[in-house]
């Protein structure tokens, strides 16, 4: 028997997927570090406004050209300047990016019942593969360290994963408000 194949490095996300449903239909959602667009792709399907904010926009301008719903902004997000991208997001969807001067803006930036889905590398992933650097290696509970008190958390996991490739993450999905006033 062969063994399963892996999704392309181009699939979205499990927990994006996972936790897409706790947005707003419609809503206003920042794509954090976009890369080449695999949750701007997925959010524009589900039919959500995509700011989509990345240092290289080259992918992102060529893939959502001419949708009015989707706006890509060119920035760099670690050249200290102060928050950039405005506020009152439905939702902010980071995913494999770590920049931890930007983690108190992003709870600031959700809109009350805004959810937060993030998503990356941990400490122990450099016996894994890249990224390899601490700098960019959450430390054990460093985002529910970062989110608690700010949000409510609905799911936090961190630990080794063998999909889509084997490494170690640290993922945490969490609402501006009590966690209670979610809708079902």
């Known amino acids: 028997m062969s063994p399963t194949p892996m999704p ?13 449903p706790l947005i707003p239909p419609g809503g206003r959602v920042l794509d954090l570090a976009a890369g080449g667009g695999r949750h ?3 959010l ?13 926009v080259a992918l992102l301008r060529a893939a959502f050209a001419g949708d009015a719903l989707c706006d890509i902004v060119e920035l760099d997000l670690e050249d200290g300047s102060p928050w950039r991208l405005g506020q009152g997001y439905h939702s902010i969807v980071v995913v494999n990016y770590l920049w931890r001067p930007l983690l108190p803006a992003l ?8 959810v937060l ?6 400490l122990g992933n450099e016996r894994m ?10 430390r054990p509970d460093e985002l529910l360290t970062a989110f608690l008190g700010r949000l409510g958390i609905i799911a936090f996991e961190q630990g080794t994963v063998n999909a ?7 993922r945490i999905a969490a609402v501006k408000g009590e966690v209670g006033i979610l809708p079902r």
């Open 164 to 170: 889509p490739r084997p490494a170690v993450i640290q």
């Open 44 to 56: 524009r399907q589900s039919g959500y406004q995509v700011v989509a904010a990345d240092r290289d």
């Open 117 to 122: 889905i993030y998503e990356t590398f941990m």
């Open 40 to 42: 701007v792709k997925l």
């Open 8 to 20: 392309p490095a181009t699939a979205p996300s499990a927990w994006v997927r996972r936790f897409l």
């Open 107 to 114: 709870a600031s930036a959700l809109a009350t019942r805004g």
């Open 129 to 138: 593969g890249k990224p390899a650097n601490p700098d960019f290696l959450l």
